[in-house]
């Protein structure tokens, strides 16, 4: 693995009054999400403070034990689908993880109208009480994260020489947002001869990932030249560009497949969040000239295709977290 993802500066996209700034940054974007469907991100405002106060809280949790952190369960919940998740509990292809984690979302309280008629990936998040820096610190990097995020998704529009605020206007003005703490142990070597993963190889649902890396490695992402890593890199975020985005572009934006394996020998972390459409968003195209992939069908690992569905997002979200953990679907979406 030789190749390496871009780093974008993407300073320019926080400035309104910087238009060949954040021309600049826009063909870069388009490049690299033509190319890989990742990048590293620079500028993003995301401060040092903020990643360290996160990373210290979650160790904390992590190192509770087995019996406390599941004081919190993904059970407790309910339909805002929140809490914590042991080692194997989250399928990836099917597969058991060798990671345990917590889900978070935007914390809404009870009153919140989506809340109070039970819309499904709503409501509020479970906080451990043993671990009272958790939940300011979370917080605090779900919001300078979602703000670099809008920043980000304007340079996307202007890449496909839409306007910067299209995706605002259409999609995301009240995004769904999703965030994940992951604590992978070091991947054991399987038992059956073949490769045992962190996470196996998939791709992201939404338009958006950003994501943070603890000192220790284990991203893959496969390219045109191969399966390539994706390292930590100081005063970086990895961005990622997911299924929904693919299919808005009509496959000139690709989904890229990545997988994790921590082989470093230490407990890694890592900290992913999913910028996506409203729950309520209808799922129409771009406009042609954006559309550029024309809806090409690119055949894909899992022989997915983005381009047949309909609908909005919250269905398609719906039907994909519910194979995650299938134990909760049935009972909670």
Request: charged letters at 25%.
């Amino acid at each position: 693995m030789t190749a390496s993802l871009p780093v974008i500066d993407m300073a320019p996209l926080l400035r309104r009054d910087d238009a060949a700034g954040r021309e600049s940054v826009a063909r870069e974007i388009e490049n690299a999400c033509r190319r890989f469907g990742f990048f590293y991100v620079t500028g993003h405002g995301v401060t040092d403070d903020i990643l360290a106060r996160l990373d210290a809280a979650a160790r904390k949790f992590f190192e509770l034990p087995e019996e406390v952190k599941l004081r919190i369960p993904m059970s407790k919940g309910g339909r805002a689908w929140r809490g914590f998740f042991p080692l194997g509990g989250e399928l990836t292809s099917g597969r058991p993880d060798g990671k345990e984690g917590l889900y978070f979302g935007s914390e809404l309280p009870a009153e919140h109208p989506r809340v109070k008629t039970g819309w499904p990936l709503h409501g509020a998040n479970l906080w451990p009480e043993e671990v009272p820096d958790l939940k300011p610190a979370v917080l605090d990097y779900m919001a300078a994260t979602t703000r670099a995020a809008h920043h980000l998704l304007e340079g996307v529009a202007l890449s496909l020489g839409l306007a910067a605020d299209y995706f605002a206007k259409h999609y995301t003005a009240d995004p769904t947002v999703l965030f994940r703490i992951f604590h992978y142990p070091p991947t054991p070597p399987a038992s059956d001869g073949g490769e045992n993963w962190g996470v196996g190889e998939h791709t992201d649902y939404g338009l958006l990932t950003l994501l943070a890396q603890d000192r220790h490695g284990g991203l893959q992402v496969k390219t045109p030249e191969g399966w390539i890593a994706a390292p930590p890199l100081a005063g970086t975020l990895v961005c990622n560009i997911g299924d929904m985005l693919d299919r808005l572009t009509g496959g000139w934006y690709l989904s890229t497949p990545h997988r994790v394996r921590n082989d470093s020998g230490e407990e890694r972390l890592s900290f992913p969040l999913f910028f996506d459409p409203d729950f309520a968003a209808e799922m129409v195209p771009l406009p042609p000239e954006a559309a550029k992939g024309q809806g090409t069908r690119v055949p894909r690992w899992d022989d997915a295709d983005l381009q047949a569905f309909t609908g909005t997002y919250g269905d398609y979200l719906l039907g994909k977290v519910s194979k995650v953990f299938p134990e909760l679907g049935g009972d909670v979406l």
